[in-house]
């Protein structure tokens, strides 16, 4: 199975942005670990960052329309973009994942406006969220 990890807008500063929100990880080392975890589950997985939106609108036209599985952290646009929610529902698997617990923050980060569209969303847990959303596309195959 192809599973494409898509990160949303700020999170190509990782490793340096709040570390004590997102941790000292950076993208890249990220981007490794998920490639060989998923080596591990039998997944193909590719991760892609950006700070565009209409990009990260491209590439979930792409999943939906190659049959990919996705595992998507819209970053800020979690909270507003109705533009990636209305790409999310034409992917028919995706997983969602923040690294913070999102309720646990400011109130504007409680409006969850994707997380009605994905199987399901996965937050507070740090970058292991991420091995949890592959774990459990890899136990779907
Ligand atoms: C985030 C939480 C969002 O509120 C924030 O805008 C991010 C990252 C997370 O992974 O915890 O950029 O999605």
Redesign the pocket.
């Known amino acids: 199975m192809k599973v494409l990890v898509l990160n949303?807008?700020?999170?190509g500063r990782l490793g340096t942005?709040q570390p004590e929100?997102?941790g000292a990880t950076t993208h890249a080392q990220l981007a490794e670990h998920l490639v060989e975890t998923g080596q591990g589950l039998g997944l193909d997985v590719e991760v892609r960052q950006t700070d565009s939106e209409a990009k990260m609108v491209g590439w979930l036209h792409e999943a939906a329309a190659n049959d990919w599985a996705v595992v998507i952290?819209?970053?800020?646009?979690?909270?507003y973009s109705y533009a990636i929610a209305d790409a999310v529902v034409q992917v028919e698997t995706v997983v969602e994942?923040?690294?913070?617990?999102?309720h646990a923050?400011?109130e504007?980060?409680h409006r969850l406006v994707i997380s009605p569209y994905v199987l399901g969303t996965i937050?507070?847990l740090g970058l292991g969220?991420y091995d949890l959303a592959l774990a459990h596309l890899a136990s779907r195959q």
């Open positions: 949303g807008v700020n999170l942005r929100v997102y952290n819209p970053a800020a646009w979690s909270h994942v923040h690294i913070s617990n999102v923050r400011e504007w980060r937050m507070g969220g």
